[in-house]
């Protein structure tokens, strides 16, 4: 069974400096998708990037930037320039095939002026 | 147009009631799924449908029953509420091998109060 490990409950950081936030993962399967989430107080569940794991070139969206390992399997989400509407829970996720999206327990990230 | 909505956004019932989530979307997806959002935040599959067939059912309570008339649309009936349902129940919808496009989209939640 596939399972996802967030190690970090709670991080800060400071407003324009860079946060990386960890994820590991566990699944016998080559060829999947892995996601992070953002849930801003609202609590909408934004996507904030995607990396398919037959891809080795990491994804970046703008400040958003994963380091994916995927012998390691590990999805690190790096956020350059932090900003304050950045304050969220973020959350890691395994998709594969058509089964179920499989979430991590979430980071929840302050970002400080 | 909200490509994932439910409805309610908010309710609050008492113990022993029976209560319903409807959930649409119009994103031509087929498949669809409820997850349960804890206090803890930890948010956890409840069920998942393909094109209007159940294929996960993540050891819920029967007192859960998920319908789905269409493969638009998922609801979420819940007999007998008990204090520990309270919640928030995310509605979501994905299209399998939709390569680039492979994503979930969720509906804002419900929150839902026992009392």
């Known amino acids: 069974a596939q399972t996802v490990t967030q190690s970090q409950p709670e991080m800060s950081v400071q407003e324009a400096e860079t946060v990386t936030l960890s994820c590991t993962y566990d699944?016998?399967?080559?060829?999947?998708?892995l996601f992070w989430y953002k849930q801003p107080p609202s609590r909408q569940m934004i996507l904030v990037i995607r990396?398919?794991?037959?891809?080795?070139q990491n994804a970046t969206e703008n400040r958003f930037s994963v380091n994916f390992q995927k012998a390691a399997k590990s999805f690190s989400l790096k956020i350059s320039d932090s900003q304050l509407g950045d304050t969220a829970m973020y959350f890691c996720?395994?998709?594969?095939?058509?089964?179920?999206?499989?979430f991590g327990t979430g980071t929840r990230l302050q970002v400080f002026p | 147009d909200t490509a994932v909505s439910q409805t309610p956004k908010y309710l609050v019932t008492q113990m022993g009631n029976d209560k319903s989530i409807k959930c649409e979307q119009n994103l031509g997806h087929d498949t669809m799924y409820w997850y349960k959002q804890d206090s803890k935040k930890f948010l956890k599959i409840m069920f998942s449908?393909?094109?209007?067939?159940?294929?996960i059912n993540e050891t819920v309570p029967n007192r859960f029953s998920p319908k789905s008339p269409d493969k638009a649309h998922l609801n979420l009936h819940i007999n007998s509420l008990e204090l520990g349902d309270s919640a928030v129940y995310f509605c979501?919808?994905?299209?399998?091998?939709?390569?680039?496009?492979?994503?979930?989209?969720f509906g804002q939640g419900t929150r839902l109060t026992v009392v």
């Open positions: 990396q398919e794991a037959y891809k080795q």
């Open positions: 996720a395994f998709y594969y095939n058509t089964d179920k999206l499989i």
């Open positions: 699944t016998s399967e080559s060829n999947y998708y």
């Open positions: 449908y393909n094109n209007k067939e159940l294929i």
């Open positions: 979501a919808s994905s299209q399998p091998g939709g390569g680039l496009n492979t994503e979930a989209f």
